[in-house]
């Protein structure tokens, strides 16, 4: 019985290391889809729907920690990141895109709690909300640093990327409301 027990425990560790490990490739995947805009240092990403996803299918604790590996990565110097940003490794943290990288685990950490076990599609669908807003949040606060205004931190951060957070957030909330129960049942 105990032989079961420890194979059964290490085929749970293996399958959640697997999955943080898929997460941090599933940001990396949506960075390389990056659109340059008109009149801001940030590109529009689909690194945020990643984010939401990888938080809401992992769960809190393994979809912060699935992005805290892809921030590693890239500041270790791998090819992680957005390639339209010309900064690498931990420059990039300091640079207009900082805030957003830095806000991914927290994000992940509250989609994955707050969307549970992903049946409430209103439960999702708060979960995914509060993921962008807080990768906003991020992102935000890292412009006002760099350019010392709020509104013009917002005008470059923020007001460019409402209507595509809006089609990210439906994506999100359909996917999580299929996919979630399966998934978080094999961690």
Request: hydrophobic share 55%; aromatic share 4%.
């Amino acid at each position: 019985m105990e032989q079961v027990l420890v194979r059964s425990e290490r085929n749970v560790v293996l399958r959640q290391v697997v999955g943080v490990a898929l997460g941090a490739a599933l940001v990396t995947l949506a960075a390389q889809v990056a659109v340059p805009l008109p009149g801001t240092p940030v590109p529009m990403t689909l690194q945020p729907l990643a984010v939401l996803l990888v938080g809401g299918l992992l769960g809190a604790r393994l979809g912060a920690t699935s992005m805290v590996l892809y921030l590693a990565l890239g500041i270790a110097g791998l090819p992680v990141f957005t390639p339209t940003v010309p900064l690498l490794g931990i420059a990039r943290l300091l640079g207009p895109t900082g805030g957003y990288l830095l806000a991914y685990p927290v994000a992940a950490f509250a989609v994955g709690a707050l969307v549970r076990e992903g049946r409430d599609w209103r439960r999702v669908a708060l979960g995914v909300l509060c993921g962008l807003v807080l990768i906003h949040v991020g992102g935000l606060a890292q412009l006002v640093i760099l350019t010392g205004n709020v509104e013009g931190a917002a005008r470059l951060g923020t007001l460019p990327f409402l209507l595509g957070d809006l089609a990210k957030l439906a994506v999100a909330v359909a996917v999580l409301t299929k996919l979630t129960p399966a998934v978080r049942a094999r961690l």
